[in-house]
């Protein structure tokens, strides 16, 4: 039987490392992975997609039977949705499923437990993750536009030591403080889904055989403050959990800075529409998933 053929952009990334892994024991497909700037990854394929010229002809010959979308630019976005993205949309069969990796970013009012149907609302210009997440909305946009044929996922804050042993950066510089004997503090009253890369990694491998289309919000069932997510990694991980310090955001500041003090998703669908199960944060070295007793 022809293997499926999966074009994974972003193979290189913290979660892209994830899928790879996860999508290479999967007998039954040829897996084509990509990096951009990450040195030493012989294995996979260096594009840029913002380069039309040289993303076009791999698109035409590799001619993906799937294509996850699982990229970022910290500084470029806008070029990543403009270009890149375009070129793809012009390129793609109709009949190749797109499986494009947003944001709960895309609720820039942050009034939280938000829902596939609920509009995506700009991000305040003053916050500085505005370019990144306005992009990500101009991008889900255009797939719903010209590519029927999708699986929009959005996640909040991923995190865990992926497939690669690469820990998330959020994680990975609270445990170098605490091992520092450095305090942190984080905000008791911001809320996010935070969700673990590995149940991310399974869920896309899930989408990708299966028969949903539309949007997706993936993650556990249950919302966490930075500070409540930070303290039970701390305890999960062993380190000292007393050096985790609740601050508190003022509504005010919030307004000023252009932060969004609840951005987390209702995942009410992705539990009932797919087998992978995701953990509550603080489940990291036990076994344990998270059964969503409290949904
Ligand atoms: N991490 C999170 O907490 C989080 C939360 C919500 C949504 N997401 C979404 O999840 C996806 C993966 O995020 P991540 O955290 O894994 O990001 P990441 O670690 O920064 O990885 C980004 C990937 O994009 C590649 N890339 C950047 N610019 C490129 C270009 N011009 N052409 C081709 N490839 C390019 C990078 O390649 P090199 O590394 O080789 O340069 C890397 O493989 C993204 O779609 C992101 O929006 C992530």
Redesign the pocket.
């Known amino acids: 039987m022809e293997k499926r053929r999966v074009l994974l ?9 994830q899928i790879y892994q996860e999508l290479l024991r999967d007998d039954s497909l040829e897996l084509m992975g ?5 040195p030493a ?1 012989g294995h ?1 394929l ?6 039309t010229p040289s ?1 076009s002809p791999i698109l035409q010959e590799f001619s993906p039977h799937v294509v996850i ?6 500084t ?2 806008r ?2 949705i403009e270009n ?1 993205l375009d070129a793809l949309l012009s390129l793609l069969p109709e009949k190749s499923k797109l499986i ?6 895309i609720f820039g009012k942050g009034t939280g437990s938000y829902r596939e149907e609920d509009p995506p609302e700009p991000l305040d210009e003053r916050n500085p993750l505005a370019t ?1 997440s306005n992009a ?1 909305i101009r991008g889900e946009a255009r797939i719903r536009e010209r590519h029927p044929n999708h699986v929009i996922v ?6 865990g030591r992926n497939a690669a042993g690469k820990w ?3 994680v990975a510089s609270m445990c170098a403080d605490l091992k520092a004997g450095t305090e942190v503090s984080r905000s008791g009253n911001l809320y996010k889904t935070f969700v673990h890369v590995e149940d ?1 990694g399974n869920a896309i491998h899930e989408l990708l055989h299966g028969s949903y289309l539309g949007t997706l919000h993936l993650g556990p069932a249950k919302k966490e403050s930075y500070y409540s997510f930070y303290k039970k990694m701390a305890l999960a991980l062993g380190l000292n959990a007393d050096g985790v310090k609740e601050t508190l955001l003022t509504e005010a500041d919030a307004q000023e800075r252009g932060v969004p003090m609840d951005t987390s998703l209702n995942t009410k669908k992705a539990h009932e529409r797919l087998q992978t199960r995701f953990r509550q944060a603080g489940w990291e070295n036990a076994n344990g998933i998270d059964s969503d007793k409290g949904e």
């Open positions: 952009l972003g193979a290189s990334g913290y979660l892209g490392s990509t990096c951009f700037s990450a990854a996979l260096q594009i840029d997609v913002t380069d993303f979308w699982a990229l970022m630019s910290a470029d976005e070029a990543l890149g494009f990796i947003s944001t709960d970013g990144y990500k959005r996640v909040g804050p991923i995190y998330d950066k959020r991310v």
